[in-house]
């Protein structure tokens, strides 16, 4: 268990480094939602860590590249819609703010802290193991897993549930069973159930920020009517998708 632990902390490493690397030469649109993903995986393979050495100081670093990076790409992808959607001047001006941002991001001080932190944090695990604070990792880690899912169900079901809050647990959920699938213990239909609930809450979540952001940038103005349709349509769908996740996952628990 330790063994794998520290082999999925060294992957995310090389992950982080190349997606830095991409960020600085500018090589591809899809580096800074890698450099997102690949901190999200770090943080819920950290989550069941926590109280042990190290943890939250790497936590706290993470932390720090998930602020830095979520306004910006939140304009990469509203910069993608627009362009895809014939709002071409709209768009050229959040992809030049963008070109600007990727470089600024791969030389931050917030992911160089936390490269440096997470380089430093496979010698707090061996040092942690060699003292025996790591007796007892594999159920620390399944109830954390537990609660989780607990915490998603009810969320669930309850009828005044907030669409922000749940889209969180079930990305929550999701990487953790990424970060240790030995531990799956999900019904079977868990992991496609949670993807379909994850994007159509994605869609809603998208539509809502930009309804928001249309407030204040008024070259969005043209967007609004789509943007409250396509919210009421995203609406929908998630409530089928959160439905069938319930009827399939929850309704027995």
Not at 193 to 198: D, E, F, P
Request: net charge positive.
């Amino acid at each position: 268990m330790i063994d794998r632990l520290v082999a999925r902390i060294l992957g995310l490493e090389v992950r982080l480094l190349a997606c830095q690397a991409r960020l600085n030469a500018h090589t591809d649109s899809e580096a800074l939602h890698d450099l997102r993903t690949t901190v999200r995986r770090l943080r819920s393979l950290l989550r069941p860590l926590r109280g042990l050495p190290g943890v939250e100081q790497l936590e706290t670093a993470a932390s720090a590249v998930g602020t830095l990076t979520t306004p910006l790409r939140d304009r990469e992808v509203l910069a993608a819609y627009l362009e895809q959607h014939g709002q071409a001047e709209a768009a050229r001006r959040r992809q030049v703010q963008m070109a600007e941002a990727y470089p600024a991001v791969a030389a931050s001080v917030e992911l160089a802290q936390l490269l440096m932190i997470l380089d430093a944090f496979p010698r707090f695990i061996r040092a942690a193991q060699r003292e025996g604070l790591l007796k007892g990792l594999r159920k620390r880690i399944e109830k954390r897993l537990d609660k989780q899912w607990k915490t998603l169900g009810e969320a669930l079901r309850d009828p005044a549930h907030d669409r922000h809050r749940l889209r969180l647990l079930i990305k929550r959920v999701r990487y953790a069973i990424e970060a240790y699938p030995e531990l799956d213990r999900l019904p079977e239909a868990a992991m496609p159930r949670l993807k379909s609930a994850q994007a159509a809450l994605g869609d809603w979540h998208d539509c809502w920020q930009w309804l928001a952001r249309a407030k204040e940038e008024t070259d969005l103005h043209a967007c609004v009517p789509t943007w409250h349709a396509a919210m009421e349509k995203a609406e929908a769908k998630s409530d089928k998708v959160l439905d069938k996740l319930i009827a399939s996952c929850f309704e027995k628990s």
